[in-house]
């Protein structure tokens, strides 16, 4: 049986791209990608160790056997579900206690129809440790090895890269989609402390997809991880990049669960991005960016710094840009977008006033409501009497 | 136990100007350390699983259970010599209280951090600082092990800060790590430089503290000691002797 291709076949015959492919840790994750309409499900250790309340990264550390791991969730939780979505098995290359050959065999009997280099050394980023592990054969290449492996037995492939470099190694390994790699994400409950200013992904991930594309054109080609980790930032991935779509674990559980009020459902973004064709391929707009991030993610701590950073220019220059395009000033914009917002709630729901100046990003009930009273020129108290009489 | 290692470990130091540790898995590991130069033995999961120790870093097993498990087989073999446990002290899903006291309840001496947490450089230690299973989780499995005579600990550290906060933590012996090393003269020079830095900075903190250099075992040892021998960089040298499981 060849999965690779009878997966490829199904994703460009059935399904658009975007594709969302969702990296998970247990049962409960695989019912919630079905749910979403996901294009396909990575097995990983890094979704099972979220489930225990830990970051990402920690599945590239020795608190388990990674690939013992993930068999064992997939064999108790996933498989027995009879699972509609086509399962990739987040493969540790590295594991010097299993034999390659005989664990994929393994893992295409138990119908898991593809592999992924995933934990990938690359979360270990070049310097002295990186050196040590190399030193004693640690090393990216067998991931390639691996993914060539099971690539000849027929398995689907996702090939995890850092660079162009590892881009030219995973296609001439015949990985089926290459996936880029942009490092640990910051924010929410787990996140970590390093992340890719948004700008820099953008183009690191943009560099790749030109080699991929003098290689091997029509390859599909996703990113995964970095500060990809927003609809905003998907939406600017795939407006700067000819990305097909993205691989992600705790990106999707912060929109499910976490934060849900912060986003749209993944299904609604997937139909708003898969209908607006023009969103492909536009000019680099940093105002645009702001302000969408603003629409999108108004509930959160939004400074203008943060998002310079993002964007990699300067706070002032932003700024600038912003009043000159936008007509007021970024703060200005973002109370007015959050005050519209807290009124909407005011009129149509129930929820408490306090609760309404959380959904909108303010902790404080005080401050909301002198802001609410600024802008507005009433207090939510009035403005919702007001407007429940009419 | 505590005190009588130390005089054991100082004795050897002494005599020959090293401390050489081999790892055992199991009885027969055991019986065939008994019949190597060695002076201490140690159960590190990356022997039980058979891999290099650069492996001990990867996600291939649950570093701490691994030990956990081979301690009665080895512990019951070995009655001569003190035994160290390797712990992963920045293990985030076990609480290192019970673990240590459970190690001593097995009858294991002491214990070396293995993996040593200040080998990792990069975004991936600055992610485990962020969160909190850095190096501080190191000195403060060292000070439990001493405050509460646990296990004598042998931290192996790779800077002089560390080498202080490790004294401060109560540690009275340190093993130096000079990182990777090439098997060549000036690679055993740069090492020998920086641990003669590191001696004197934990020496002015703690004069009486007893430094060890750490020299890989696919390094020439001699190369070491003929370099060492005028300005000896440390009161002498530890080593890791794998061949009793390989």
């Known amino acids: 049986m060849k999965y690779g291709s009878q997966i490829l076949k199904m994703l460009q015959q059935e399904r658009k791209p975007p594709y969302m492919v969702m990296c998970i840790g247990s049962g409960l994750f695989y019912r919630y990608a079905q749910n979403n309409n996901m294009d396909l499900v990575v097995l990983s250790s890094n979704g099972r160790y979220r489930q225990m309340g830990l970051s990402s990264f920690v599945a590239s550390l020795p608190f388990g056997n990674s690939n013992r791991l993930v068999y064992d969730f997939a064999v108790r939780e996933v498989l027995p579900n009879n699972p509609a979505i086509p399962l990739v098995f987040g493969l540790y290359a590295n594991d010097p206690t299993i034999r390659?050959?005989?664990?994929?065999?393994?893992?295409?009997?138990?119908?898991?129809?593809?592999?992924?280099?995933l934990p990938t050394i690359n979360l270990v980023t070049p310097g002295r440790f990186r050196d040590a592990l190399e030193n004693g054969g640690i090393r990216y290449q067998r991931e390639v090895e691996a993914i060539a492996l099971a690539h000849g037995k027929g398995l689907f492939t996702i090939g995890l890269v850092a660079d162009e470099e590892q881009a030219r190694q995973m296609l001439q390994a015949g990985s089926d989609v290459i996936c880029v790699f942009l490092g640990t994400a910051k924010g929410g409950l787990l996140g970590a402390n390093v992340e890719k200013p948004l700008i820099h992904a953008v183009e690191h991930?943009?560099?790749?997809?030109?080699?991929?594309?003098?290689?091997?054109?029509?390859?599909?080609?996703?990113?995964?991880?970095?500060?990809?980790?927003?609809?905003?930032?998907?939406?600017?991935?795939?407006?700067?990049?000819?990305?097909?779509?993205?691989?992600?674990?705790?990106?999707?559980?912060?929109?499910?669960?976490?934060q849900p009020y912060n986003f749209n459902s993944v299904n609604e973004l997937l139909v708003q991005w898969r209908s607006d064709a023009n969103a492909k391929r536009r000019p680099l707009d940093y105002v645009e960016y702001a302000q969408k991030k603003i629409h999108d993610e108004y509930a959160a701590n939004l400074t203008l710094a943060a998002l310079a950073e993002d964007l990699h220019i300067?706070?002032?220059?932003?700024?600038?840009?912003?009043?000159?395009?936008?007509?007021?000033?970024?703060?200005s914009y973002l109370v007015g977008y959050r005050m519209d917002k807290a009124a909407e709630l005011l009129k149509f729901t129930t929820?408490?006033?306090?609760?309404?100046?959380?959904?909108?990003?303010?902790?404080d009930y005080a401050h909301f409501s002198k802001t609410f009273k600024r802008v507005k020129g009433t207090t939510p108290a009035q403005y919702r009497k007001d407007h429940r009489e009419q | 136990m505590d005190g009588s290692v130390k005089e054991y470990l100082r004795q050897a130091i002494r005599t020959r100007g090293r401390v050489v540790m081999t790892l055992v898995n199991d009885p027969a590991s055991v019986e065939r350390a008994c019949h190597m130069e060695t002076d201490l033995l140690g159960v590190f999961h990356t022997a039980c699983l058979h891999v290099p120790l650069m492996a001990g870093y990867l996600p291939i097993g649950d570093a701490n259970g691994t030990v956990l498990e081979a301690a009665g087989t080895v512990l019951s073999a070995a009655e001569r010599l003190p035994v160290f446990a390797g712990v992963c002290c920045f293990d985030p899903i076990r609480l290192m209280g019970p673990f240590l006291q459970n190690l001593k309840a097995q009858g294991f001496s002491g214990l070396v951090n293995f993996p040593p947490v200040g080998y990792i450089d990069g975004e991936l230690r600055t992610n485990m600082e962020g969160r909190n299973f850095g190096f501080a989780r190191e000195v403060n499995t060292v000070e439990l092990a001493v405050r509460n005579q646990w296990l004598l600990p042998l931290p192996m550290v790779f800077t002089p800060e560390e080498g202080e906060r490790m004294v401060r933590?109560?540690?009275?012996?340190?093993?130096?790590?000079?990182g990777f090393l090439e098997n060549d003269e000036p690679a055993a020079r740069a090492a020998l430089r920086a641990c003669r830095l590191f001696t004197a900075a934990v020496r002015r903190l703690a004069s009486d503290a007893v430094v060890l250099l750490y020299v890989p075992n696919y390094c020439a040892l001699q190369t070491f000691e003929i370099l060492a021998e005028p300005a000896p960089p440390a009161d002498g040298f530890f080593l890791i002797n794998e061949n009793a499981v390989f």
């Open chain 1, 205 to 258: 991930a943009a560099r790749i997809f030109q080699v991929i594309e003098q290689e091997r054109p029509g390859t599909l080609k996703l990113v995964y991880g970095g500060p990809c980790r927003t609809p905003t930032a998907m939406s600017f991935f795939l407006s700067h990049t000819n990305t097909d779509g993205f691989m992600g674990g705790y990106l999707f559980e912060r929109m499910l669960i976490e």
């Open chain 1, 314 to 331: 300067s706070a002032p220059y932003l700024s600038k840009l912003f009043r000159n395009s936008i007509g007021e000033t970024f703060v």
């Open chain 1, 351 to 363: 929820l408490s006033i306090e609760h309404v100046g959380a959904s909108v990003g303010y902790g």
């Open chain 1, 100 to 117: 390659m050959e005989e664990f994929l065999d393994e893992l295409k009997e138990k119908r898991i129809m593809g592999v992924c280099n």
């Open chain 2, 169 to 178: 933590a109560g540690a009275d012996m340190l093993v130096f790590h000079p």
